[in-house]
């Protein structure tokens, strides 16, 4: 069984940059999606960006594309996100999530981590 667990997060001022790293343990990302969510107070939880494990084929919410970089470690089966050009509404915790290929229901969940973007 996979799990999650997240680091990076904090407080930065706004045009800053935060990596945040999601690493799984108890089995390999190998042939699967992992997703990043991030839900504000008072939101709902929203996509931010996913990366396809075996080829790193990437996608990203239209608000941080350009300014957020999902990537991949493999020798440490981790998975970041670099966040640069912070801003204000970027504030929120954020989660990695695992999903196989074609399955909606995620394997395992991080345990969030706070963002706080201060303008």
């Known amino acids: 069984q996979v799990q999650l667990v997240q680091s990076g997060g904090g407080l930065v001022q706004a045009g800053g940059s935060l990596r945040l790293t999601c690493a799984a343990s108890?089995?390999?990302?190998?042939?699967?999606?992992v997703d990043w969510f991030r839900q504000a107070p008072g939101k709902e939880r929203e996509f931010v960006a996913q990366?396809?494990?075996?080829?790193?084929?990437?996608y990203y919410k239209d608000s941080v594309t350009g300014r957020f970089t999902i990537s991949k470690d493999n020798t440490k089966n981790t998975v970041y996100l670099q966040m640069n050009s912070l801003k204000p509404e970027d504030s929120a915790v954020y989660y990695c999530?695992?999903?196989?290929?074609?399955?909606?229901?995620?394997?395992?969940w991080g345990q969030g981590t706070q963002v706080t973007v201060s303008s």
């Open positions: 108890g089995r390999t990302f190998s042939g699967t999606l």
């Open positions: 990366i396809t494990w075996n080829d790193g084929t990437s």
């Open positions: 999530g695992v999903r196989g290929y074609g399955e909606f229901v995620y394997d395992a």
